[in-house]
């Protein structure tokens, strides 16, 4: 096939071996990654932001793209004594463009936990009664927000925040059976945001 028979709009013919153009083809676009954070527990109500990632891109191509976001995150484990109501908090959000602002971050994922076997007397003193709670949450991707058609020349921003808090802080355990703080435990893995793009074909 000769240069004359192919629509050079949409394919490039080096050498006579035809290809489509980079921006009539699905594309990774952006990619960043933040985290993982280790932190121990403690009462916390007012909760404590771990960090966040952002991703952007900005359609340098000559049509317009649907964009869309997806979050990776990595595994999360706390470990955490009864009476103790732990909160981790994933928010995230999109904005795009001619000069998008940083996006709005609403509340999408929790991994919390909660133990109550109640209190007991020991000598005459009010405690908890003894327990631990441990969870785990795997390695999940999802999807952040809409696909949406961004335009050539404007930009689509992706962004996740981590979060803890606490909602409850009850009695420790009898002091005989050991510190429990040194039994508390949390760590929340990394947070990555990976833009994809597809032409919109007229």
Known sequence: MTFPCIDTAYFDAPGGEISPK????????????????????????????????????????????????VLTAD???????????LVIQTQWGTSF??????????????VRGYLDFGTTTVSST????????EDRQPKISTPIGDVITLPAGQ?????????????????DWYSAYGDPVA??????????IDLFSTPVIP
């Open 22 to 69: 980079r921006h009539w083809q699905f594309e990774h676009r952006a990619s960043a990654t933040a985290g993982g954070w280790t932190f121990t527990p403690a009462n916390n109500a007012a909760g404590t932001t771990l960090g966040f990632v952002q991703a952007q891109w900005l359609n340098s191509t000559p049509v317009a793209q649907q964009v869309y976001a």
């Open 75 to 85: 595994a999360t484990r706390y470990a955490i004594d009864q009476l103790k109501h």
């Open 97 to 110: 463009g001619a000069a998008p602002a940083d996006p709005t971050l609403t509340e999408e994922s929790r």
């Open 126 to 133: 009010t405690v908890g009664v003894f327990g631990m709670l």
């Open 155 to 171: 930009t689509m921003k992706a962004r996740a925040q981590v979060r803890w808090f606490t909602s409850a802080w009850g009695l």
């Open 183 to 192: 039994q508390r435990i949390a760590k929340v893995g990394a947070l990555q």
